[in-house]
């Protein structure tokens, strides 16, 4: 429980730091309305989701109503109101992920993970989305991890890969305790 | 009045002449003949052509059209009851009344609904009943406004909010958001400082729109309160 | 009176020492290793592989040029890689990773000896000693106008594209005027590539003679088909011959702005474009007083945010505004009032990257490609059961039976054929007595399908049709901008009755309801998408009618796709005893061992991935699916007693 407020508050205390920041970059962009979605995807592409709270200022920016800003950013697909998990995971359900079995992996992840597509995990590790193709059909079914396209994807590879980041995770943690004592030690 | 301003065209065989330039929607309704239609507003340069109940067929044309984005020409045989017409037009409604529940004495707008004409019209149900009743997937009443809310189950999203909002006040205060199946009509920032003076609570949305989806908070409160008073007698 | 060079003798100038480059890159003086670095070969590890033949010819001390290249198209044997040896021909290799990169430069590039014949694809070049490429039927067959350059030339080198003919097109157009490049369009009788095959010149008349200025001119790379991604390959490939494509359509109907809308989702589209305006810019090919003339044109890109229903003009349109994009009503068309109510050209870029050749070569030539009222190719990217996906470019009028059966190679592991997908989620399903339909706008059309967009996805007995139909109507009704009542409320209901019968569950009212219901969406919706988007349920409903009855008539999915409706079980005579090969991989430990120490399926705890199935040794092959899930044969199951077993012990 303890835990949870301490999480929450570090989250709230984050969204203002980046909601400081688009307020100091917005005063630098066109304020031609055509400029409205590149600005969305400008926020999003530095700070990985749209606070809630930077709609307002986005319209007040190019002085459009909210209603306005929230309409379009509502519409596309591209844009998330959450921040995504440092491993944002992205499950292609494209045609051919989808006939190759797409629908399985998600659902593997989604167990495994416990969040639903759309939500990000309580420790903000992962994030799970799904995405109506990435163009790699002939490799299907695929799923977008990080940067990374992993491809010919099957229930036990969700397995590798959630491990192979835990993994991952451990060796950082272990190597970062290390260079700790060694400077303790120093 | 001359020729050069006046268009005499043919609807369900009756003449009618009617200003250049008059959208064909409009030109039947102000001679007596009845068109069904939610999204159309007078005034309006290009109507949304949304709700796909104004649907007609003209002579010469392919398929039913929307009377509410043809102008008007000269010689024009329109029909608007045709088989097919009639066909779309009770499937549109049909699709349109299955999100809601059909409670209409429940209803601030009951009597004065729009959909309620129509279904008189079509005879049609306001019930529906050969496709399954699927609500949208959101709260029954939002109340993101101060002193409005919204009813997104009986929403038709004509858009006729939208339209007068923007007309009546320098900038609008409510929108379209989302997409799809769960595109709904937002307040967004209506509440917040600044953002919400956009809102001048004219109640111009709230009086336009032909369900009863938007209602001032106090006057629904009362309602249901006189409607709880009623049965409870 | 000294004239001013004209665009050819200006354009001459930049290509002489491009070509003086390239003649150097095909005769080579150490070797030049071509790596295919698109998307889908970044996918299946080309920077791995690049990284492999790096280390490995500094290891050895080799000295030899790597050259990343665009998408060939042949996506099964991606990462592929082309290796041109000093004194042999230009040898393609086929899914090369680092190890075989390493194995590569060990044997081949170190000395020449051995050319690893077994990841050999075939040779680029007719020669006495290799076989080539056009060995191949997938070559052999292909017609490529569109793609003739993809995955030959350096998408990052304007030198590359200057020396294999590049912009030429542009400067016979600045030479020969707006009126004649119209003209020759409208004589090619090119039609437009996104899908509806409305012809371009015509469209860009209408621009040209509308009165308002500016102009503007959109190369629509919104490609959203769920399946489809050729537009992405040509402006991965080969941008440079995308520009010039909207460069003369701007020339042509007198625009002074272009944009390119690329979906953001394809960010290395989006950067290798923008280097590609960058560079025709510095070389006075794009921007002001273009080849020295008085055409100027400024380019720029915006990002579609992924949607669906943006590959509509009016919503396209819509959204570069800063709008929701929604569809207008049609007329007033774009050409005549469209982005910021001025006259706008939008073409696909499929139909841009054919206008250079036909500029250049004339529409006499183009004309003599295809069938008479689709002249040219298609592109399709073929993917789903097949043994050769990926892009596929073909003249128009091909049967679908050559494409699938001859070009692609056939149905993987000689599985029978079911049905093929065209045109994304607009188009529709054929069966196997529609293979003979001739590919072309209309044809398709008529047997219910649709070019579309260029997807296809073959299928074999394993798909079941209800559910990609589903599938489509999932996606279409999730796309549906939400305007007009048939495509909002129309879709879902769509899915609500296909869904229900994935599950059994349904009625022979259900049937009908769906075939009407599609039929009114067609008529009664307001824009393309909502016009469409039945297709796949009515192509379906219409060769396919059996297997729509055994779901809800029977709790039977004859595909043994549909989850609900199928079973797995294992069969304790095939099973072998202490295997543990399927309880490792079962994501929910849905597998225990019986008394006679074999495994079984908890029904309970099983969610049907089917990942057993594929872990099971072939050896064995125990692993059955059963629809209806009742039919699983009743084995006596008894679950191994562990208390028993170390008391025993």
Known sequence: ?186 | MSKDVMVTLTVDGLEISVPRGTKLLKACLDNGIYIPSLCYLDGMDHPPASCRLCLVEIEGRPGPLPSCSQTVEDGMVVHTETDEVRLLQKTAFRLLVSTNDGKCRLCMANKHCEMQKIAKFLHMPLRTKKLRHIPKDMPEVIEEHPCIVYEPNKCVLCGRCVYICSQQNYDFALDFAKRGFNTTISFFGSREEGVGDYCRNCRACVDICPVGALNLKDERDAFLQNLQAKISA | MSSNPTPSELLSELTQAAEKQWQALQNPAVPVIYVGHATCGRAAGSQETIDGFRDALAEKGIEAEIITVGCLGHCYAEPLVTIHYPGFPPLMYQKVGAGEARVLVNSFLQGGEDPCFEYLLGALEPNDTFPTLMDYPRYLYEKRVIMDQCGLIDPHSLDHYLAVGGYQALAKALEKGDKWVVEEIKSAHLRGRGGAGFPAGIKWDIARQAEKTPKVVICNGDEGDPGAYMDRTLMESNPHQVLEGLAIAALAVGASRAILYIRAEYPLAVSTIEDAIAAAKEHNLLGERILGTDFSLEVSVFQGSGAFVCGEETALIQSIQGNRGMPQYRPPYPAVEGLDGLPTVINNVKTLSTVPSIVRKGSHWFKAIGTEKTPGTAIFSVVGDVEYPGLVEVPMGVSLEHLIFEVCGGIKDGKPFKAVQIGGPSGGCLPESELSTSIDFDSLRQAGAMMGSGGMVVMNDETCMVEVARYFIDFTQHESCGKCTFCRIGTRHLLEILTGLTKGEGSDDDIAELQTLSEETIIGSLCSLGKTAPNPVLTTLRFFKDEYLAHYREHRCPALMCRDLIAYYIDLDACARGCDACVACCPTEAIFTTSNRKKAIDQEKCVKCGECVYACPPEYDAVFKVSPPEMIPDQGIKPLDEKKEENNE
Not at chain 1, 10 to 32: C, F, Q, Y
């Open chain 1, 1 to 186: 429980m303890v835990d949870n407020l301490e999480q929450d508050q570090e989250i709230d205390l984050e969204e203002e730091r980046v909601l400081d920041a688009i307020a100091a970059e917005l005063p630098g962009i066109s304020r031609d309305v055509h400029q409205l979605i590149p600005v969305l995807q400008k926020i999003q592409h530095i700070h990985g989701y749209l606070p809630l709270g930077s709609i307002g200022m986005v319209a007040a920016h190019f002085g459009i109503p909210g209603a306005k800003v929230f309409g379009v950013a509502t519409f596309y697909n591209q844009f998330r109101f959450n921040p995504p998990g440092r491993h944002p995971i992205k499950v292609c359900l494209g045609t051919a992920c989808h006939v190759k079995g797409g629908e399985i992996i998600l659902e593997n992840f989604t167990r495994r993970l416990g969040i639903e597509e759309g939500e990000t995990t309580k420790d903000r590790e992962y994030s799970l989305e799904r995405v109506a193709c990435v163009g790699c059909c002939a490799l299907a079914p695929v799923v977008v991890v990080g940067e990374k396209i992993e491809s010919y994807v099957t229930p036990s590879k969700v397995e590798g890969v959630i491990t192979e980041i835990e993994i991952q995770n451990e060796i950082a943690e272990r190597e970062k305790a290390k260079d700790e004592q060694q400077s303790d030690s120093e």
